[in-house]
């Protein structure tokens, strides 16, 4: 039976980052992932990673408020500062590692501008800076022999007494369940967005490990707190970066204006990523849209920019719309994005559970708070990959080897056995999950209100009585995967009714949050995290205070 000192769940950059960090600290380590490592989601990030580097009179303290205000106060300022102020050395070491970053004229690493910061301090690989930087941490992976179970897809956490002693897994190969032991795991599976139909993120993103903490005890923490990117292709959810804007792309309504001027006369389309998304959403309702998006205009930038640093969307447009970014406008509209929750960690990626530690989208530390500055979540895999790593390493070093038996494996066999044997009824994953992204992008989306929340609640809690009488049609072994799309969706539910849930217990508008019941910020009330613990009941909501250090609350104008 595999067994190891830390076990990495996930090989995207905070997985990897968190291997390579508990293998240099000396623990036997490996990483399981249900795809292959350098097609995790990770690859998908296009514009760039936040850092303010002295050599041009950043500071890491304005990259730090920038981040406070983008979040709309409720980001923890003690994770912030940790992780801004060790930004610049994360990105000097990815360099010496080997990432490419695109340079300046005068050879320094250049920069570009990404929402919400007053000052350009997003290095950037062109538009690809998620797949040049995993490629560069899988090599470093592989150099330092950590084992990988790729195509392994964890089901369970094994938890003994209340402490995570190491993951079941089911080998998609062959169909086979395993447990491999660990003295500590620290789950780096990404993001939910797939809980959203459409959405920028790939069909593997599923919000796994979320569902997996919180079915183990863990909290899950500001699950409210989903982000809308405000440029998405329409129909089918693909994303334009940032970088177009940061760039110098316009947003244009109908009539031709650029309208951020009336939301962020200062920062205009360069605000905050809920700011512009509103303000997006807002034209469209009011009859200032086209055909239910407005237009990026990327025109004045000429074509040899658009060649040399947005080459990918160029590429994408062309492919989807068949237009030319020098010569038209294109359709966006808001997109779901990105999660602001996960599991509440500490800034050493500890959770509540003992043994178990999480880092990247699945963690919630919390550095983005209501709404996460563009450029920030790779920074933020990096930053606490690391020190999940070091941190499982010293962990695992005092403790004896796990004693958990095998009999763990049981449940899972059993759940998955019953969704082979029951007979077809007519429904199947596939429409289930429809339903639940599209009742989430109608109620949960960039406004929500009271009524439309209990409309998603009450649906999703339909759904997964419907879960419980599914049948997996395919009844092979070998890379079933539907049986992994089942599995997948009775974790999207869960993470589905804890967003709703904390939702709607939220009751002010703050940050990606926006309630047009209550449109307004309270301090005096909301100014808290909310946590979500599993129940035999169902979600059982709490709260936990913000860490404030030097920036108090202020009105969040740009
Ligand atoms: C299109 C797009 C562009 C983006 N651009 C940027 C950008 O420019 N800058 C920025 O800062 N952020 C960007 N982001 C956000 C950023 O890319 C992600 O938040 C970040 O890469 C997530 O990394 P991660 O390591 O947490 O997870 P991922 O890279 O998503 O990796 C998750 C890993 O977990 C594994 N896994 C999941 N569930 C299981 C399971 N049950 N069993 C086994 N393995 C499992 C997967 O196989 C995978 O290896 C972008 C996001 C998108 C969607």
């Known amino acids: 039976m595999p067994e190891h000192d830390v076990l990495v769940i996930g090989a995207g950059l905070a997985g990897m980052r968190a291997a390579l960090a508990a293998s240099r600290a000396g623990a036997d380590t490996a990483l399981v992932t249900k795809v292959h490592p350098v097609r995790s989601h990770s690859n998908a990030a296009q514009g760039g990673i936040n850092a303010a580097l002295t050599d041009r009179g950043d500071d890491w303290e304005d990259h730090a408020f920038n981040t406070v205000k983008g979040s709309d106060w409720l980001g923890d300022q003690d994770a912030i500062e940790v992780m801004c102020r060790e930004a610049g050395d994360a990105i000097i070491e990815l360099e010496h590692m080997g990432v490419v970053f695109n340079r300046d004229e005068e050879g320094r690493l250049g920069t570009r501008r990404f929402g919400g910061q007053e000052r350009a301090r997003t290095f950037f ?25 790729e195509e392994w897809f964890v089901t369970s956490l094994a938890m003994e007494d209340g402490v995570c002693q190491g993951v079941v897994a089911l080998e998609l190969r062959t169909g086979q369940l395993h447990l491999i032991k660990a003295k500590a795991v620290i789950l780096a599976t990404g993001g939910a967005g797939r809980v959203y139909e459409p959405t920028t993120n790939g069909l593997i993103v599923t919000g796994d490990g979320m569902a997996l903490a919180y079915r183990a005890g863990a909290p899950l923490m500001d699950m409210e707190m989903v982000q809308y990117h405000p440029t998405t292709l329409k129909g089918n959810g693909v994303l334009i970066t940032e970088a177009a804007r940061g760039e110098g792309a316009y947003l244009l309504n109908a009539k031709g204006e650029r309208f951020m001027e009336r939301y962020a006369p200062k920062m205009m389309e360069l605000a905050s990523r809920d700011v ?3 303000a997006e959403q807002t034209e469209i ?5 086209v055909d239910g998006c407005v237009l990026l205009d990327l025109r004045h930038l000429g074509r040899e920019l658009i060649e040399t640093k947005l080459g990918y969307i160029k590429e994408v447009v062309t492919d989807f719309l068949s237009i030319d970014l ?32 999480a880092a990247g989208e699945c963690a919630c530390v919390s550095v983005h708070g209501g709404n996460r500055l563009g450029a920030n ?20 070093r005092e403790m004896d080897r796990p004693s958990i038996s095998e009999s763990i494996i049981a449940k899972t066999q059993e759940e998955m056995s019953s969704f082979l044997a029951r007979d077809a009824n007519g429904d199947s994953a596939a429409k289930i999950r429809l339903t639940m ?10 406004f929500r209100d009271e009524a439309g929340m209990q409309i998603a609640l009450k649906t999703v809690r339909e759904l997964k009585a419907r879960y419980a009488c599914l049948a997996v049609q395919d009844k092979g072994r070998v890379f079933n995967t539907s049986m992994l799309f089942t599995l997948e969706l009775g974790f999207m539910l869960d993470v589905a009714e804890v967003s709703c849930v904390s939702a709607l217990a939220r009751k002010e508008s703050r940050g ?3 309630r047009t019941d209550l449109p307004e910020r309270d301090d005096v009330n909301w100014l808290k995290h909310s946590l979500v613990y599993a129940s035999p009941e169902g979600p059982r909501i709490d709260s936990a205070p913000v860490t404030i250090t030097q920036w108090p609350p202020q009105r969040r104008v740009y």
């Open 276 to 278: 512009v998304s509103r």
């Open 437 to 446: 992204g599209q009742v989430m992008t109608d109620h949960v989306a960039v």
């Open 285 to 289: 309702n009011e009859g200032r849209g």
């Open 377 to 396: 979540s790779l920074l933020d895999t990096i930053i606490f990959g690391r020190r999940a790593g070091e941190a499982a390493a010293a962990y695992a």
């Open 512 to 514: 990606a949050h926006y």
């Open 125 to 149: 690989v062109a538009d690809i800076t998620g797949q040049a930087m995993l490629q560069v941490l899988y090599e470093k992976v592989l150099k330092a022999r950590v084992r990988a179970y």
């Open 326 to 357: 020098a010569d038209r406008p294109i359709p966006i509209r808001p997109g779901n994005h990105y999660i602001m929750g996960g599991i509440k960690t500490d800034v050493q990626g500890a959770t509540p559970v003992p043994g178990l530690y």
